[in-house]
């Protein structure tokens, strides 16, 4: 069946058994693959056939789960990562190298931020952050001759700011790069970003993929439209013989469908080593099994803590694009109209003090660094990974002392804003 909705490939896609095979993908638990002849396994390594000779390179299993995703997103080609930090430094470094530059978001996970601003500027690749609210003007200033990429999260973590898609893939394809989009937190259930124009999709697996806290992993997957010959000077790697695999040139043996991803695998990959064990998928397929049905609830549970906690008195401010007074909302209207994640940002009155008493009381939610969990978890910045910081420097840094992170989990909502209440009945308006 082909055009099947999102429901169905999430239960059913990447993997069809035959006639008394397992029902369930087969965890291909295997380092190495056996051919009979050195011809046979030469073929594969000159990239002249399909197939499977070592595990750090590709498995069965983790391209059954990778294929999956991929039909999810509406791409042409996939693979997966051992993180999501993997997926977006893979995306990246396939068309970036010493010498060009990135245009990215200024409201990106912090971790990816560093990536791009301190590790990836040591191999030389330069970046120029721009706001998600730039102006015209300064995202067009933006871009440099040697930039390769504009990149950005869908739904931002934490700042849950909504990228306009659509506006940043036009800045990009007039500069001849691509557009790569973040989807993490709105996953292909709530976003699709290839339909407004984006060119290659990252994932942190870990999260809502995986939904129950078992299995680090990322994934990439390319839409399978950008057209690198058209830009050849701008991306050699794709474009120009590579030398290590007998001067195959990606993008004319592989077109644009299969350019991008199989460079990556065969070429990063390799090098790199940066695989998801076939283990790994097989949770992380379980967990897309569910994605559909959990990704409402989690947006029911998100809606209905952001609306309790805009109208609750020790509540200064609520960052969730659902909330009609949201900044993003209209984008979110635009990209997000079936509800974009469980995650709720808010401040709370009396700072620090008042954070640290409310997450002191919480009954339901655990404190945890994870998002996006089938349990909900919260976590202060100030108290915890902001530590050192002072109460003037997180605000230079757009992070109030008193701002609580919280991802509303698969519970009932009324529990959960139970608990929220009861907590903040213990929190003294204005505690210093």
Known sequence: MKNQHLETICVQGGYTPKNGEPRQIPIIQSTTFKYSTSEDMGKLFDLEESGYFYSRLQNPTCDAVAE???????????????????????????????????????????GT?????????????????VSPNCSDEELENAFQSNTKAVFGETIANPALTVFDIERFANAAHKHGVPLIVDNTFATPINCRPFEWGADIVTHSTTKYMDGHGTTVGGAIIDGGKFDWLAHAEKFPGLCTPDDSYHGITYAEKFGK??????????????????????????????????????????????????????????????????????PYHSLAEKYLPNGSCGVVSFELKGGRKSAEIFMKH????????????????????????????????????????????????????????????QALDQVIENAN
């Open 68 to 110: 999956k995703i991929c039909a999810l997103e509406g791409g042409s080609a996939a693979t997966l990562t051992s993180s999501g930090q993997a997926a977006n430094f893979f995306a990246l470094f396939n068309i970036c190298s010493n010498g060009d530059h990135i245009v990215a978001s200024s409201s990106i996970y912090g």
């Open 113 to 129: 931020f560093n990536l791009i601003s301190v590790t990836m500027a040591k191999m030389g690749v330069s970046v120029s952050f």
């Open 257 to 326: 469908e299969g350019a991008f991803i199989t460079k990556c695998t065969a070429q990063l990959m390799r090098d790199f080593g940066s695989t998801q064990s076939p283990q790994n998928a097989f949770y992380l397929n379980l967990g897309l099994e569910s994605l559909h049905v959990r990704m409402q609830r989690h947006c029911e549970n998100g809606q209905a803590v952001a609306e309790f906690l805009e109208s609750h008195p020790k509540i200064t401010k609520v960052n969730y694009c659902g909330l009609s007074s949201d």
């Open 362 to 421: 919480l009954k339901l939610a655990a404190i945890e660094t994870h998002v996006a969990d089938a349990r909900t978890c919260c976590l202060n910045p100030a108290s915890s990974t902001h530590r050192q910081m002072t109460d003037e420097q997180l605000e230079q840094a757009g992070i109030p002392a008193g701002l609580i992170r919280m991802s509303c989990g698969l519970e009932n909502k009324d529990d959960l804003i139970a608990d929220i209440s």
